[in-house]
């Protein structure tokens, strides 16, 4: 059966995550090590030891999930004994996550990596003011639907588009305040559910869009290989290894839609019906039982999941 690797994104944080793994295997402690190092900063305190507060800022909250990940994926191939193209055939990684995934399947170094996601947490916080920009779930509304009442909502200068796909019937929106908030009015009044979320910035809409520039002026400063295994990006929904196109699609994702239900439709029309999530949380999980009961899916969350 063929495996797919799967990475979580910004919002799985919890205040020591990784511990154990730091405690009970050298190449994780490595990784955390690293990443302290590449950052000039005390990052694994924060994580282990720190507040929730501190852990979620944007800046810290994605080298932190990035750092732990790769720390449970190291952890895993030392125990097996095997590469990482020995233990899957695809990467793919929820917005943030797409990073972890190409840092898995050693197409960024982990120090570079590190760099990269401290980066773009920060450019993302920066982008937008406070109070200007939010995001909202819908639950219960087709994509369709939903997008007429955004391109109700999008006027006079509003933004207001499709952030995540996340599964069917769970839809994530960013934009200007007013404008998500005009559409969750109108979702909730076609019987739909809505809520806004409690995140700093409305990521993965065009008001990101100055951190585009910041990100590929950073990009092109860094080594990037073809990953050892296919990566399914996020903006295509399909499977990459051109280093060149790899940074085209982690740019363009910065504004653009996570295609994630494609995405994972796309890695069973590959043929791959096995999907492990690598991280602390079961999110991507709960997603993928809604895309496909047909996924065979695990986490790698604990040492007793390696073993």
């Known amino acids: 059966m063929k495996t797919a690797f799967l990475f979580p994104g910004q919002g799985s944080q919890v205040v020591g995550m990784g511990k154990e793994f730091y405690n009970n295997f050298t190449v994780a402690k490595d990784v955390f090590e690293e990443v302290d190092d590449a950052l000039n900063q005390k990052l694994s305190d924060i994580i282990f030891n720190g507040s929730i507060e501190e852990l979620t800022l944007t800046e810290n909250a994605q080298p932190a999930i990035m750092a732990t990940s790769i720390a449970i994926l190291r952890s895993l191939m030392h125990e097996s004994g095997k590469t990482i193209d020995q233990l899957c055939q695809y990467v793919a990684g929820h917005s943030l996550g797409e990073y972890t995934a190409l840092c898995a399947a050693g197409s960024v170094s982990l120090s570079d990596c590190a760099k990269l996601v401290k980066l773009r947490g920060k450019s993302m916080q920066n982008a937008v003011a406070p109070g200007v920009g939010t995001m909202a779930a819908v639950l219960g509304m087709d994509k369709e639907k939903l997008d007429l009442i955004l391109r109700e909502v999008s006027k006079e200068g509003l933004v207001c588009q499709v952030a995540n796909d996340n599964c069917p019937g769970q839809i ?30 409305p990521f993965h809409s065009s008001l990101m869009n100055p951190v585009q520039d910041i990100m590929l002026s950073k990009l092109k ?7 050892k295994v296919p990566l399914i990006c996020n903006v295509l929904a399909k499977q990459i290894t051109d280093p060149a196109q790899i940074i085209d699609c982690l740019i363009e994702q910065i504004s653009g839609m996570v295609r994630w239900t494609e995405s994972m439709r796309h890695l069973k029309s590959l043929g791959v019906l096995s999907l492990t999530e690598i991280g602390v949380s079961r999110v991507l999980s709960g997603m993928n039982k809604r895309i496909d009961s047909e996924f065979v899916l695990s986490n790698i969350r604990t040492i007793d999941d390696i073993n």
């Open 172 to 201: 994530v929106v960013s934009g200007h305040v007013s404008a998500v908030e005009s559409a969750c009015e109108l979702i909730l009044n076609a019987g739909a559910k809505a809520k806004i979320l409690p995140v700093s910035a």
């Open 221 to 227: 400063e860094t080594t990037i290989n073809t990953p």
